[in-house]
């Protein structure tokens, strides 16, 4: 699979470093932390996350509308094309949820942050939530902490998206 890179302009830098501290700050007023899945702190979980909404909304384009939130998102960064989705940004080769229930989406998009250019993001691939309960299995991450992830070679490329939303929509009205 062929990862898309994105680089972020510097004002979309910007407004991602706006949010994440928003967001960490409101968190640390009212002492919630992110759930551990991973070593990084909870200011580069949110940056990193909300990097990976503008590449995605970009990409796709829709709107980065973000909202500032405490106990995640609900599930749903966006709606595309009377879908949802989640977008996930992690540092290793897997599209990672605190546990397997917690894919409540259409479908879940990975992302991950260069290590070396602060302003690129990867869009690695997809998953339906049909596929992500077949092919997720437990993943330790980090010692101790069991998470649930599907590699990153088992998701779809990016620009089959919009094919298997049609053709799902097509199958749909046939049946």
């Known amino acids: 699979m062929k990862d898309v890179a994105i680089t972020l302009s510097g004002a979309e830098v910007y407004a991602a470093k706006a949010v994440a501290l928003q967001i960490q700050l409101a968190k ?38 973000p909202k500032i939130h405490l106990h995640g998102d609900g599930g749903v960064d966006f709606n595309y094309r009377d879908n949802t989705l989640q977008v996930k940004s992690t540092q290793t080769n897997y599209l990672l949820f605190p546990k397997r229930e917690a894919m409540t989406c259409d479908f879940a998009i990975l992302c991950t942050p260069s290590r070396d250019k602060h302003n690129l993001v990867f869009i690695r691939g997809w998953i339906d939530q049909e596929d992500w309960f077949q092919d997720s299995r437990d993943v330790e991450r980090i010692p101790g902490v069991i998470s649930c992830g599907v590699e990153a070679q088992k998701l779809y490329h990016i620009d089959e998206l919009d094919i298997y939303i049609t053709c799902k929509k097509q199958k749909t009205k046939k049946d």
């Open 28 to 65: 640390e007023k009212t002492h919630v932390v992110n759930k551990r899945i991973c070593s990084r702190d909870d200011l580069r979980i949110n940056l990193d996350g909300q990097m990976a909404e503008i590449a995605v909304s970009r990409y796709l384009g829709l709107d980065y509308n």
